[in-house]
């Protein structure tokens, strides 16, 4: 199965966030999960790898703290529960810099080509394999 990826529109909140700003955005995160899914999708179920990296033009966020509120979005709409996910690996960059890249998702290229300059966040989630380290 190939990998669930999406992007989600906006500067990610951190956990630290007050309560009601917090919610909005994981229901923006999850709402954007939902509309990359085909629509007989059900929730993955095993352990899985979450790859996020976080786009953005002016102020940086802190990573390890944006972390949980799009992990929490993703449970009951990507998958069962965000216990599931083994591996998260995750970036920040800043928007307006040149990268070089190999292998890089359709997705995440489409945008990055785009004339769009707002913040955003590309996710990718697959099945990972205990077994291996990432």
């Known amino acids: ?59 940086g966020v802190d990573i390890d703290n944006v972390l949980k509120p799009i992990l929490d979005a993703m449970t009951g709409v990507v998958y069962l529960d965000d216990g599931q996910v083994i591996d998260v690996i995750a970036a920040k960059r800043y928007l307006g810099a040149s990268y070089g890249v190999a292998d890089l998702s359709p997705i995440l290229t489409a945008r990055l080509k785009s004339s769009e300059t707002f913040d955003f966040v590309f996710i990718s989630v697959d099945m990972a394999d205990a077994r291996v380290l990432p």
């Not at 909005?24 to 993955?44: G, I, M, Q, Y």
């Open 1 to 59: 199965m190939p990998p669930i990826e999406f992007i989600v529109e906006g500067t990610p909140l951190s956990a630290q966030a007050k309560h009601h700003s917090r919610r909005k955005w994981k229901l923006h995160v999850a709402a954007s999960a939902h509309a990359a899914l085909p629509n007989s999708f059900s929730e993955l179920s095993g352990q899985l790898r979450v790859l996020l990296y976080v786009f953005f033009t002016t102020a």
